[in-house]
């Protein structure tokens, strides 16, 4: 999302509720900071709020902004001037409920028994398709645009911000570029079935694997139009492998050069894109003590914000924990889930969490954990032990959509992914739909 800040060299209007109290702050061109006077913070304004709103800070503190740093608990907030007694600026994104206020000025910090409470925002919006309509499968701008059974997304650069990359990998199979840049939707390669995509670090690259059998690895670059280009001398037999479904278990983890494949009946291996070579890294046995099962739907997410792979097994109807220890050996453990029942539970994520199908999954900048229930209709997140539901009415599939994310339904969510500002993507399967969802 951009953000757009409209000033004048006369005046700038800061408006901030307080309750009932609105403040309008003319910009002031005078220096009234008293230097005889100790630095002092003796008002904030508004209390509470949301992102991107204006802040006031009263006092008396040097007019040279580059030397002050506004701290909302640990964020670093945007400071837009300073007339000497009185400070604003934007606040940034934060976490939901009370975050202290510090200012720094040059080496000294200034710890205040302000609070600002901040709500986030939250909005779901439906980016390409139609609820419940694609019968067939139709190129053209986000109004006219059908899709039918997309499992797998991945976010790209384009010129303003992300465009995303779609995969249909069940009944029919197609790959689509869904540019926000252009507001259409464009079919860019059919390989047959396949799993994926998985993005490079860089972003302007990603790669799919072959579904099932002896499988193909193709790249899609976007300095070469998106096209498909094979991995030469680079096939992924059942024997190397398994004859298991890929769907959404490929990715990358801290290196491109290699590339993470996982089936849905437990079996995970390395490719090598260099040395165009391939290794198992874990077996259907090799999950906890959990049978995954069959076949099932499965995804892949590698987190650089805890260094280790998360995995979601449909037939195990839990999250797994994927480390390497120090001798080098690969180790499931359960993370997540793996409580049986008809409806979805929340609360501790191993003792209470009942999850329902869990598949695809993705983890922000800040560490939590959201995933889509394909059977219970609806996103969860972990945060630290708890998992909380953050759109969509559990069990309830046929509910209709809405822009409000917990009265919105969903119908067998899929993939999620991120963009860069870690606004999330999800592919809602039988709506027909790829929807943004946006928390802050």
Known sequence: MKKTLFMTLTSLSLFACNGSEIIEKQHATGN?????????????????????QNYLIRGN??????????????????????DGRELYGMVPKLYPGLNSLSVVVGNDSIVTDFQFKYYQKQSLKNI???????????????????????????????????????????????????????????????VGWCGGPAVTSTRDKFYVIGREGNRSVYSFSKADGWVATPVADLTITNDMLSGGSVVGGLTFAEDDRYLYVMTGDGYMGCIDLVEKSF??????????????????????????????????????????????????????K????????????????????????????????????????????????????????VAGVPNAW???????????????????????????????????????????
């Open 32 to 52: 009234y900071y008293d230097p005889q006077k100790p630095v002092v913070i003796s008002e904030m304004l508004p209390s509470w709020g949301q992102i991107d």
């Open 61 to 82: 503190f040097p007019k040279d902004t580059a030397n002050i740093r506004v701290y909302f608990g640990t964020k670093k907030a945007v400071v837009l001037g300073c």
């Open 128 to 190: 390409v398709g139609k609820e419940n309509e694609g019968d067939e499968y139709i190129e053209g701008t986000f109004d006219e645009a059908r899709i039918k059974n997309p499992t797998g997304l991945g976010t790209v650069t384009g010129q303003d911000g992300d465009n995303i990359i779609m995969v249909e990998g069940e009944w029919e199979s197609r790959i689509s570029l869904i540019s926000l840049d252009d507001n259409k939707m464009i079919k860019i390669g059919d």
């Open 279 to 332: 290794e198992r890294l874990l077996e259907k046995d090799d999950w906890d003590g959990v049978n995954v099962g069959t076949n099932w739907i499965s995804y892949l997410v590698y987190s650089k914000y805890y260094h280790c792979f998360f995995a979601t097994h449909e037939g195990g109807n839990g999250i797994f924990k994927i480390t390497q220890n120090a001798e080098g050996k690969w180790i499931a």
């Open 334 to 389: 359960k993370f997540a889930g793996f409580n049986n029942g008809d409806n979805i539970v929340l609360g501790h994520r191993l003792n209470d969490a009942v999850l329902r199908s869990p598949s695809g999954i993705a983890v922000n900048k800040d560490g939590e954990i959201f995933f889509g229930s394909k059977s219970g209709s609806c996103i969860l997140k972990i945060k630290g032990d708890m998992v909380s539901l």
């Open 398 to 440: 046929w509910t209709g959509v809405s822009n409000e994310p917990l009265e919105s339904g969903f119908n067998q969510p899929l993939a999620i992914v991120t963009d860069y500002e870690d606004n999330f993507y999800i592919a809602d399967r039988d709506k027909r739909l790829v929807r943004k969802l946006t928390i802050e």
